[in-house]
């Protein structure tokens, strides 16, 4: 037997950050036994389905370079076949066309609450033997489900789970207007696509009593499920918007990599020793779904810029380079020049928690006047002793021919001399003139990717500014 997996998202909005942790599980199981893993967008709830949610779903998924087997499936599209399942099954004298109006159902309601039983559906249209006056009548195919007994499945990741079908009511196959629903489509679905196994969210175990007696009924083999604990927030409380981005493309924008996101959701419910950092060759040989704990996996934001930051560390710089150019233009930097931004790289690669934080900290390079300056550090720093140092280093740099390391290094100790001064006493006014701020990489660094026509040009603007604001100031 093939194995066979399927991630079966609903396109009601953006890819949930716990959908693709579902997905991710499809993907790695399915390598992991060599099998196959399909997507089922699950689209038969025409009010809520949009285009754009399933065009976030493939981009959710593609920037996850989770790529499934296959084409898509779209579950619409199959509608004549769940459909003629249904028929089938009352054909096979397993469902029955329920007639019973809205105020019937709720009459029977509330004689079941009366009676202090659990409000269900009594099953009376299945006994039903006189169709005079009714017959024209809308009406609802019901499944017969089993009066007796219990639904009992060993799932892969919750264990045994059992459920009595007297708990179940007659479930609804195809409602009035026509349409098959959620229950039956996915039963069907998963049948003709082959499905061995389901790995889904364990806000569908309640489903799984449901579809287990429809296999049973249709005489087809019944799936293996896992279902996966949900994803909590810090407090407790199932994932949402409250805590924070909940959407997979939002991890993007937010500077993260995908293999840190992929990273950090396998260890979340998944475990192999003590080992926290994997690559995706890694977890694809490792991962079995019957190693996934029971509880739920609570979300934890710094842990994944940790992950987030080794992976940044450990990425080629040209992809890096790559990503960066998307998250400076995010920051209003049109065209950056390619270049520069491969120069730029090596610089933060080795602190950078995120490519946010990279994009914001180079943005410096990128930009014609970086004012306006800290005004603060200027006031700490920028000792009118110091500014005749800064004068002289100018020319000291402008008379380089040629702009390398051992060269810029005599400038500054020449400098520093002159004026009896440590680089300590020196450093931050010049980084402040480079980059506007007290804080980056180191100033020989940094002024061997501006160049000297750049380098020159800030810090005599800089010098310029610091006269004049002592000046102001005193
Ligand atoms: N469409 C369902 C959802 O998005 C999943 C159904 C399933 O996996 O069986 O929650």
């Not at 019937?104 to 009376?124: A, C, T, V, W």
């Not at 019901?142 to 459920?163: A, M, N, Y």
């Not at 006031?379 to 060269?407: G, R």
Request: with cysteine; hydrophobic share 40%; proline share 5%.
């Amino acid at each position: 037997m093939t194995f066979r997996t399927r991630f079966a998202p609903s396109p009601t909005g953006f890819l949930h950050i716990g959908g693709a942790r579902t997905a991710l599980f499809c993907h790695l199981y399915a390598r992991h036994l060599g099998g196959e893993w399909l997507l089922r967008i699950e689209d038969t709830d025409q009010e809520r389905s949009t285009p754009e949610a399933v065009a976030a779903i493939f981009a959710g998924l593609n920037w996850l370079g989770l790529h499934p087997d296959g084409e898509p499936v779209f579950q619409s599209k199959n509608q004549a076949r769940h459909l003629a399942a249904a028929h089938q099954l009352l054909a096979m004298g397993k469902a029955y066309r329920c007639y019973c109006t809205r105020e019937e159902l709720e009459s029977m309601r509330s004689e079941q609450r009366e009676k202090k039983e659990k409000p269900r559906y009594d099953g009376r249209c299945a006994r039903r033997v006189d169709f005079s006056g009714i017959a024209d009548r809308p009406y609802v195919i019901r499944f017969k489900t089993p009066p007796e007994g219990k639904t009992t499945w060993e799932d892969l990741i919750q264990g045994s789970i059992s459920f009595a079908n007297t708990e179940l009511d007659d479930l609804i196959l195809v409602r009035s207007d026509g349409l098959p629903t959620y229950n039956l489509a996915v039963v069907v679905d998963d049948h003709d696509m082959g499905i061995t196994h389901v790995i889904r969210g364990e806000d569908h175990i309640s489903n799984t009593p449901r579809q287990i007696p429809l296999f049973q009924a249709l005489g087809w083999s019944v799936p293996l499920y896992a279902h996966m604990p949900l994803l909590h927030g810090a407090d407790g409380a199932k994932l949402s918007k409250r805590h924070g981005a909940v959407s997979v493309l939002n991890y993007r924008e937010n500077g993260f990599l995908p293999e840190a996101v992929n990273n950090y959701l396998v260890r979340l419910g998944w475990s192999h020793g003590e080992q926290e950092i994997f690559t995706m060759a890694e977890m694809e040989s490792l991962f079995d779904i019957r190693d996934v704990g029971r509880s739920a996996a609570i979300f934890n934001q710094s842990k994944l810029e940790w992950l987030n930051g080794h992976h940044i560390r450990s990425s080629r710089q040209d992809r890096l380079a790559v990503v960066l150019v998307d998250h400076l233009r995010l920051i209003g930097i049109e065209n950056p020049d390619l270049t520069l931004v491969a120069a730029v790289v090596p610089l933060f690669q080795e602190r950078a928690k995120t490519m946010v934080e990279m994009a914001e900290k180079a943005r410096f390079f990128f930009v014609e006047d970086v004012r306006p300056y800290d005004m603060k550090a200027i006031e700490k720093y920028c000792k009118p002793d110091l500014l005749p140092a800064l004068a002289h280093l100018i020319t000291e740099l402008a008379t380089l021919t040629e702009w390398q390391d051992s060269f810029l290094q005599a400038a500054f100790d020449r400098t520093l001399q002159a004026h009896d001064l440590k680089m300590g006493q020196l450093a931050q006014p010049v980084r402040i003139a480079l980059t506007g701020t007290p804080v980056s990489p180191g100033i020989h660094e940094v002024v061997l990717v501006l160049g000297q026509q750049k380098s020159l040009h800030r810090l005599q603007a800089g010098l310029a500014f610091f006269q004049e604001s002592i000046h102001g100031v005193s």
